[in-house]
């Protein structure tokens, strides 16, 4: 088993910044890729972004490339996503996400039943 807990979640103005964390512990051995997702009320879990652990390559939704940053510190066993240039449309709980399964040839898990493992969520509130 994996557990994931999530953090720095807040209230922001737009324009500002976030960084929010993801610590892994358990059997994090089995793990590899690691993701953020994000669910606005009255509306489904969506993708955010993801990492291949051990290569560390990337991949974005569209809406937020070249605002987010994924990212990972192995010896911490602990992913982050900073969060620049907010938008209204940026608020929601956060999830951190894990998965056991290695994807090759620049495939990447986005889809909600792709990923093992969750975390409790973190509320982002961007505020115009």
């Excluded at 972004?49 to 990212?71: E, H, L, P, Q």
């Excluded at 399964?101 to 493992?117: C, F, K």
Aim: aromatic content about 12%; overall charge positive; hydrophobic content about 35%.
């Amino acid at each position: 088993q994996v557990q994931l807990v999530e953090s720095g979640g807040g209230l922001v103005q737009a324009g500002g910044s976030l960084r929010l964390s993801c610590a892994a512990s358990g059997r994090t051995i089995t793990i590899y890729h690691m993701g953020w997702f994000r669910q606005a009320p009255g509306k489904e879990r969506e993708f955010v972004a993801t990492i291949n652990w051990s290569g560390g390559s990337t991949a974005y939704a569209d809406s937020v490339k070249g605002r987010f940053t994924i990212s990972r510190d192995s010896a911490k066993n602990t992913v982050y996503l900073q969060m620049n240039s907010l938008k209204p449309e940026d608020t929601a709980v956060y999830y951190c996400a894990a998965v056991r399964r290695y994807y090759s040839g620049g495939n990447y898990p986005a889809g909600v039943l792709e990923y093992d493992y969750w975390g409790q969520g973190t509320q982002v509130t961007v505020s115009s």
